[in-house]
């Protein structure tokens, strides 16, 4: 797994413009992108219509719907903001899919790398927030996304343990109020293993760990 990396700027790290250091990417972020990234480059191009555990959609959808969402995270940092809804993703890829999503997630980490160092609270799509909490929800949309797709995809990688880790804080703080005010996730689940961290995570954010695609 990559270090966090620093902001763009002068050769010696800082800002061309004004001499502050750039911020770093977040770990969490990072790890959550990259395992996006390995999940989607491990779909075959017969497999993105598969029923997910997301319901009603399919893994091309979600895809759809983690793209979108990361764009907004990236945009909500630099003023703007997707032009698709997130909540009505297109059954429909425009080009190749991983390699649009490598477009918004390099945006997304270039972002985060063009705040201040010393950045306290940060826009994001769900109002300011602190900068690990920021980045923490918009990880937990990445992964959580990703396992959604690799699941219904059939592939033997899980949603990693220390990814897990770093996104329980900023699903502890977020998601029972998105739950209650925006019924965007469902109701938790039994942890069936409360010391299994991405088992406990993804039970928390109403998903089943055991979840399987439906038999044909």
């Known amino acids: 797994m990559a270090d966090?990396?620093?902001?763009?700027?002068?050769?010696?790290?800082?800002?061309?413009?004004?001499?502050?250091?750039?911020?770093?990417?977040?770990?969490?972020?990072?790890?959550?992108?990259?395992?996006?990234?390995?999940?989607?480059?491990?779909?075959?191009e017969a497999q993105w219509g598969v029923a997910t555990p997301c319901e009603g959609w399919t893994a091309r959808?979600?895809?759809?719907?983690?793209?979108?969402?990361?764009?907004?995270?990236?945009?909500?940092?630099?003023?703007?903001?997707?032009?698709?809804?997130?909540?009505?993703?297109?059954?429909?890829?425009?080009?190749?899919?991983?390699?649009?999503?490598?477009?918004?997630?390099?945006?997304?980490?270039?972002?985060?790398?063009?705040?201040?160092?010393?950045?306290?609270?940060?826009?994001t799509p769900l109002g300011p927030l602190p900068l690990d909490i920021a980045a923490g929800a918009a990880a937990m949309d990445a992964a959580v996304h990703a396992w959604d797709i690799a699941v219904a995809t059939g592939q033997d990688r899980p949603l990693p343990a220390a990814t897990a880790e770093g996104i329980r804080p900023a699903a502890d703080r977020l998601v029972d109020h998105l739950r209650d005010a925006f019924k965007v996730f469902a109701p938790a689940r039994e942890t069936p293993d409360a010391h299994d961290p991405a088992a406990s995570l993804l039970a928390f954010l109403g998903r089943d760990p055991r979840w399987t695609p439906p038999a044909n």
């Not at 750039?22 to 395992?35: D, F, N, T």
């Not at 979108?68 to 909540?87: E, H, K, M, N």
């Open 4 to 44: 966090a990396v620093n902001g763009a700027g002068g050769a010696d790290g800082t800002d061309g413009a004004d001499g502050a250091r750039g911020a770093e990417v977040p770990e969490v972020l990072l790890r959550a992108h990259a395992y996006l990234r390995e999940v989607v480059a491990a779909v075959g």
């Open 61 to 123: 959808q979600v895809l759809n719907h983690a793209r979108i969402d990361q764009q907004a995270y990236g945009l909500a940092l630099t003023g703007g903001r997707p032009g698709s809804d997130p909540f009505h993703p297109a059954d429909a890829f425009d080009g190749d899919p991983a390699a649009e999503l490598s477009k918004v997630l390099d945006a997304v980490a270039e972002a985060y790398a063009g705040l201040p160092a010393d950045a306290d609270r940060v826009p």
